[in-house]
């Protein structure tokens, strides 16, 4: 993504120290171009082709990381304004690891909500502008006040932990839509490597 749109956005004044705030802020970086860069130059026969029945193309693993980047920027979002304070002892800073390290592993399947389904139906050009849009938007809410302030559960880090943590406040919701593009990003590499991708 553009270096400009990243060197624009300051350190708020807001709960995030400023080493939480660089090192999301790199995160995004990271993730965005690592999807860039997974996706550049291919061809429309390149972009829909599926490994075999049942699995996604490289165009169903964009448009379902953007279904779920919308959703955390948008009613995910809105509903932490009014959610609860994190709870006592919440440990915030191993949450913070958990995201980065555990999420994007291919490790484990774990089936998507139905509305972050693709449809198969998006251009190319159109899901490349909605990622870009997106990036802009992360920086926007990484800008915003009180990402910490506020937690609502978070099923993804339920599951992953065997229940052991529950509650994501804001930093981690913007952290795990990063991660969680960063783990299709590697199925996408996964489609490249399969023996009749086309040339």
């Known amino acids: 993504m553009s270096s400009n749109a990243t060197a624009a956005v300051a ?33 429309e026969t390149q972009w829909k082709f599926r490994p ?6 490289i165009a169903d693993n964009v448009e ?3 279904f779920v980047q919308d959703y955390v920027l948008g009613p995910r979002r809105d509903q932490l ?30 089936k998507g909500p ?11 050009d159109g899901l490349c502008a909605r990622l870009k849009a997106n ?13 910490r302030d506020h937690v609502l559960e978070g099923l993804p880090l339920k599951i992953i932990t065997g229940g052991k943590y529950e509650w994501m406040d804001g930093y981690h919701w913007l952290l795990a839509q990063a991660a969680h593009m960063q783990r299709h990003t590697l199925q996408i590499l996964e489609v490249k490597a399969h023996p009749d991708f086309p040339a």
């Not at 350190?11 to 550049?40: D, H, N, V």
């Not at 609860?84 to 291919?106: E, K, L, N, S, V």
């Not at 139905?114 to 190319?124: I, K, V, Y």
Request: charged letters at 15%; proline letters at 9%; a negative charge.
């Open 11 to 43: 350190a708020p004044e807001s709960t995030l120290t400023e080493a939480e705030f660089a090192q999301a802020k790199l995160y995004l970086a990271q993730t965005f171009s690592y999807l860039g860069g997974a996706i550049k130059g291919l061809s």
């Open 52 to 57: 075999a029945a049942g699995r996604w193309s």
């Open 64 to 66: 379902h990381a953007l």
């Open 81 to 110: 304004a009014s959610a609860p304070p994190p709870p006592p002892g919440y440990p915030a800073t191993a949450i913070d690891d958990i995201i980065m390290h555990q999420f994007p592993t291919r490790n484990a399947s774990v």
């Open 114 to 124: 139905d509305f972050a389904e693709p449809s198969g139906n998006l251009a190319q």
């Open 135 to 147: 990036y802009d938007r992360c920086l926007d809410f990484l800008s915003s006040s009180g990402l």
